[in-house]
């Protein structure tokens, strides 16, 4: 919707069908995002060859699990390499790489950029100001796709550290999955404030050891994407963490949000990463203990509050 309010030719991929044929005739997402209107320089399409067979950019906005199945039928229907535009959060499942790093596996003459920062798609949509981060490797793909997605209500910023823009991105929502069930427990606004400082710092700490700058993590695609994922009631993962709070378990928890929460397969990698690279991220491991061992999450929240005690000024130093 954006890049069509900004005057660019869109061709829409849906992957399933009868979604494709409401959004056909009602040219409205109504599973997704009901209310309100696709425009009419959307053209949407069912086969995927059609969607992106000459194309200058692809955008992908499927979930982490699928973005190395969809790069992969990409790359069978492109002759030259587009700009590929990651929109994607998360790691890949088993592999725990980087999206851009499973993307370039498959297509790998595209020049990838990753799009990142606080934007929920609801209001993105209704034109609410939103500020995000254009990130890669080639600088110059980078300024192209922000002077694509650029108007008066979006606003894009360049990075190019690709490391810290993708975990940053990818973190915040094991996060924001604690804050949620700091919600469910009862607990209050100092209680999502603790999570939330002492999440970032651990998000700095992993995507330090993984190679990039903390200095990201203060940033939109850091502890700004954090705030919002853990603030709104937008935010998937933060509803599915006060659910889990509240006692319901993993699996109903996932249906009953009805799309995919990816803190919970992104919890999973952060942890296995940070046993790789020896990093102490204590409300990942205590996340990960409730998602994948069944442990109470108020005994969870005890054992973190009473871990040795220590400084934070010697904690930030280390960063």
């Known amino acids: 919707m954006l890049l069509a309010k900004n005057g660019h030719k869109v061709k829409l991929w849906v992957y399933k069908k009868d979604d494709y044929e409401a959004i ?59 700009i590929i535009i990651n929109a994607a959060k998360g790691f890949e499942d088993k592999t725990y790489k980087r999206l851009s790093q499973v993307i370039e596996e498959e297509i790998p003459e595209a020049r990838i950029v990753v799009l990142s920062g606080p934007s929920h798609a609801e209001e993105v949509a209704r034109d609410i100001p939103t500020t995000v981060v254009s990130s890669s490797r080639d600088m110059k793909a980078a300024e192209m796709v ?11 910023y360049t990075n190019p550290d690709l490391i810290g823009v993708e975990t940053g991105g990818a973190l915040k929502n094991v996060i924001a999955l604690a804050a949620g069930i700091s919600v469910g427990l009862g607990y209050g606004d100092n209680t999502k404030a603790a999570l939330m400082t002492r999440g970032v710092y ?19 695609s850091g502890i700004g994407d954090l705030i919002v994922t ?12 006060i659910l889990i709070g509240k006692g319901m ?20 990698a952060a942890y296995e990463l ?17 998602l994948y061992k069944g442990k109470d999450p108020a005994s969870a929240v005890d054992e973190l509050m009473l871990r040795e005690k220590t400084h934070e000024s010697e904690k930030l130093v280390m960063l």
């Not at 378990?249 to 397969?265: A, D, N, Q, R």
């Open 24 to 82: 056909v005739n009602e040219r409205e997402n109504r599973r997704y995002l009901p209310g309100t209107a696709i425009p009419d320089n959307v053209a949407v399409y069912h086969k995927l060859k059609e969607a992106v067979t000459d194309q200058d950019f692809i955008l992908l906005a499927v979930p982490s699990h699928a973005v190395r199945e969809t790069a992969r039928k990409i790359a069978t229907h492109i002759s030259s390499p587009p």
């Open 230 to 241: 853990c603030t709104s009631m937008h935010s998937r993962n933060q509803r599915a963490g």
């Open 274 to 290: 940070s046993k790789s690279l020896k990093v102490e991220m204590p409300i990942t491991g205590q996340l990960y203990q409730i």
């Open 202 to 220: 651990e998000m700095a700490k992993l995507g330090q050891a993984l190679g990039a700058s903390v200095l990201t993590f203060a940033g939109l």
């Open 249 to 268: 378990p993993v699996k109903e928890t996932l249906e009953e949000i009805g799309m995919v929460v990816e803190g919970v397969s992104t919890c999973k």
């Open 146 to 156: 922000q002077d694509l997605f650029m108007n008066p209500a979006f606003r894009v």
